[in-house]
């Protein structure tokens, strides 16, 4: 079982591509003994695999690890500095592909030059996310960042010919789903379940 002190100094560790034990244990600052307990667990909580002899990680992992750190109480503040936007990006990615979206991240479009961190498409109809890592979610500044996200996805449905397209906020800080101006801000653990009740939500994200 995941004891939260050990889950939260394995997150340094947690590094895509193939890793020995020695590796981790260096990146974690443990020894070797207690990098391969910390290793067994975060493979039995589907973190990591054993591959060719060496631990392999997926882009996601180290902001899953996060979430779940985060969710048994661990300080908010203490995980995200562990994190990098491209772990979140990741990880939303990810949460969309298994939900059968063709998805993309980091979109850049120019005249005028917008970017959009990961963009979902299914059945002709886009959601495109900014990711959110912030600290102190104010409401205002939430506020804002929706206006921004619409007026960014007014410009990608112009370029595109889709049948719409969902601005959302995903955050790692939030509780539950709520709605700004129609826009949903979503918290990353919700994120799966969201897409599942995607279409069944178009309405109330729609005008």
Same mark, same amino acid.
């Given at each position: 079982?995941l004891?939260?002190?050990?889950?939260v100094?394995?997150?340094?560790g947690?590094?895509?591509g193939g890793?020995s034990?020695?590796?981790?244990?260096?990146?974690?600052?443990?020894?070797?003994?207690l990098?391969?307990e910390m290793?067994? !667990?975060?493979? /039995?909580?589907?973190?990591?695999r054993?591959?060719?002899?060496? $631990?392999?990680?997926?882009?996601?992992d180290?902001l =899953?690890?996060?979430?779940?750190a985060?969710?048994m109480?661990?300080?908010i503040?203490?995980?995200s500095?562990?994190l990098?936007w491209q772990?979140f990006?990741?990880?939303?990615?990810?949460?969309l592909?298994?939900?059968?979206?063709?998805?993309?991240?980091?979109?850049?479009?120019?005249?005028?030059r917008?970017?959009?961190?990961?963009v979902?498409?299914?059945s002709?109809?886009?959601?495109?996310?900014?990711c959110k890592h912030?600290n !102190?979610?104010? /409401?205002?500044?939430?506020?804002?960042?929706?206006?921004?996200q $619409?007026i960014?996805t007014k410009q990608f449905?112009? =370029?595109h010919?889709?049948?719409g397209?969902?601005p959302?906020i995903?955050t790692?800080?939030q509780?539950?789903?709520?709605?700004?101006d129609k826009v949903?801000?979503i918290?990353?653990?919700?994120?799966?379940s969201f897409?599942?009740?995607?279409?069944?939500?178009?309405?109330?994200?729609?005008?």
């Amino acid at each position: 079982m995941l004891n939260l002190v050990t889950l939260v100094k394995a997150i340094p560790g947690i590094i895509p591509g193939g890793l020995s034990v020695k590796d981790f244990s260096m990146a974690t600052q443990t020894g070797e003994d207690l990098a391969k307990e910390m290793l067994d !667990n975060l493979m /039995q909580n589907g973190i990591g695999r054993f591959e060719d002899g060496q $631990i392999q990680f997926e882009d996601s992992d180290k902001l =899953k690890t996060g979430v779940i750190a985060i969710s048994m109480g661990a300080p908010i503040d203490e995980i995200s500095r562990m994190l990098e936007w491209q772990d979140f990006e990741s990880l939303a990615a990810e949460v969309l592909e298994k939900r059968d979206f063709d998805t993309t991240k980091n979109v850049i479009m120019k005249n005028p030059r917008i970017q959009i961190d990961v963009v979902g498409i299914k059945s002709e109809v886009a959601i495109l996310i900014d990711c959110k890592h912030w600290n !102190n979610m104010t /409401q205002s500044a939430l506020s804002e960042a929706v206006k921004k996200q $619409i007026i960014r996805t007014k410009q990608f449905i112009l =370029k595109h010919k889709l049948r719409g397209a969902i601005p959302a906020i995903v955050t790692l800080y939030q509780h539950s789903v709520q709605f700004i101006d129609k826009v949903p801000i979503i918290p990353i653990h919700q994120l799966d379940s969201f897409c599942d009740e995607f279409y069944g939500n178009l309405e109330a994200m729609q005008d």
